[in-house]
């Protein structure tokens, strides 16, 4: 029986990984050793391994946290120093189904061409909702997609998909793959690192499968800003990253063009609500992505977010019924519906909000607000982006916002093109 090295990544997360590491024990498929890396954790993380674990897993401490790429990579390493055929990554806060284990392997021995294959995984807090069955890269857009994601379990999804890439909470591959594109990018730190690995493994020949039959349920962590610029940095400079390695030749100059766009769009928005940090955060990953800064975030570049929501306050103290009209945004109008609740209750004060009311809307929603023809003020408009036209002061960032984007692109294109080509030349001369 081949046996498999099982890699798990953990920082700071004792509970969760006491699971994984429990489900991983209860798999069917028993040739299995477990190597933990623990990326200097500040709970109970290795008190919990020394304790609970000493004779079940191979304990790997770093003296720093090394992010996702880096802690998967020290444990690769050291599996790699065995003969085994198979390794898997585990996310610390993933659980296997007990067959788990087994059907990827046995899946990876009837398709030769699968160099990779991942589980079909859930949401922890509503294991019937699948989080992701293969992910998709758009080149048109310059993003990526996973299109069983949110779905209910019904049965009717195939019994295993290729894809252009999974994540690697739950991902098995060859050592052959290892062996002929190396360990996971570990100049990313985290975000992104796993899709560059797929692809960097398609680039050399192999399938990317998600197999059904093989199940884990997945917390994934949120990505977006609670208390300070941490994910935005982290996931702007690598999603640049990405499409810059991996864009076609004749489409770099697209390419370029809709990542100006984003990225002034991000700091508009930023400067618009006054996040100040999150607006350096976001330039401060768009120059590093550009100038081939990867790793750990420098000094400084990571500041605390301050979610003012000023306008949404002022609405509070303005209004004690508000009826806002979705225009096909159901969901952004629900959103804004909860803010504006949440606050009422924060300030003490009372109201009601409604949305697709009878009466005359007091908020429209609309895409974005600094494309607005009318800047009359007789509603208030608010965006997908939560970006919220309220004053007069408000309609002059409106009236500024094509030439502002004019100067940033004038600015940043020619630049971003040669940097492009920069970093590409140095690929292929490797």
Request: proline fraction near 2%; charge should be negative.
């Amino acid at each position: 029986m081949d046996k498999i090295g099982v890699v798990v990544c953990n920082y700071n997360k004792a509970n969760d990984l006491d699971k994984c590491i429990t489900s991983i024990l209860e798999s069917t498929y028993k040739a299995i050793d477990i190597y933990v890396v623990d990326n200097a954790s500040k709970d109970n993380s290795l008190e919990l391994l020394h304790s609970k674990y000493e004779d079940k897993v191979f304990v790997i401490e770093n003296s720093e946290n090394l992010g996702g790429s880096g802690g998967f990579n020290k444990g690769l390493r050291t599996a790699l120093k065995k003969d085994y055929k198979y390794l898997m990554c585990v996310d610390n806060d993933a659980m296997l189904d007990e067959k788990a284990v087994e059907n990827l392997k046995a899946f990876l021995d009837r398709h030769n061409e699968s160099g990779m294959a991942c589980a079909k995984v859930y949401n922890t807090t509503a294991p019937n909702i699948v989080q992701q069955y293969g992910i998709e890269v758009d080149f048109e857009d310059y993003c990526v997609k996973s299109p069983f994601a949110g779905r209910l379990e019904d049965g009717t999804m195939p019994e295993y998909v290729y894809c252009d890439a999974v994540p690697a909470c739950a991902l098995m591959l060859r050592r052959e793959v290892i062996d002929k594109i190396g360990v996971m990018p570990e100049e990313n730190f985290l975000y992104w690192d796993d899709t560059t690995w797929c692809k960097r493994a398609t680039a050399a020949g192999y399938k990317i499968a998600c197999l059904g039959e093989a199940k884990a349920l997945h917390a994934m962590g949120a990505k977006k800003e609670i208390v300070n610029t941490f994910p935005t940095y982290y996931a702007w400079r690598n999603w640049i990253k990405f499409f810059m390695e991996f864009t076609k030749e004749d489409e770099i100059d697209r390419m370029c063009e809709v990542f100006l766009r984003n990225v002034f769009v991000a700091i508009y928005d930023s400067e618009y609500n006054e996040e100040t940090c999150r607006l350096s955060t976001i330039m401060a990953a768009f120059n590093d992505a550009i100038y081939g800064n990867y790793g750990k975030a420098s000094e400084g570049i990571i500041g605390e977010v301050k979610n003012l929501y000023k306008r949404e306050k002022e609405i509070v103290k303005r209004y004690n019924m508000i009826n806002i009209k979705s225009n096909n945004l159901l969901e952004e109008a629900k959103n804004l519906k909860q803010r504006l609740e949440r606050l009422a209750i924060k300030m003490n004060e009372n109201i009601i909000v409604r949305i697709d009311g009878l009466s005359k809307p007091d908020i429209v929603m609309c895409d974005y607000i600094f494309t607005l023809d009318d800047l009359s003020l007789e509603y208030i408009y608010a965006d997908k982006n939560e970006n919220i036209l309220l004053t007069e002061e408000d309609t002059y960032y409106v009236m500024n916002f094509a030439y502002s984007k004019k100067v940033f692109h004038d600015m940043y294109k020619d630049l971003f093109l040669r940097q492009v080509k920069k970093m590409r030349n140095k690929e292929t001369k490797k």
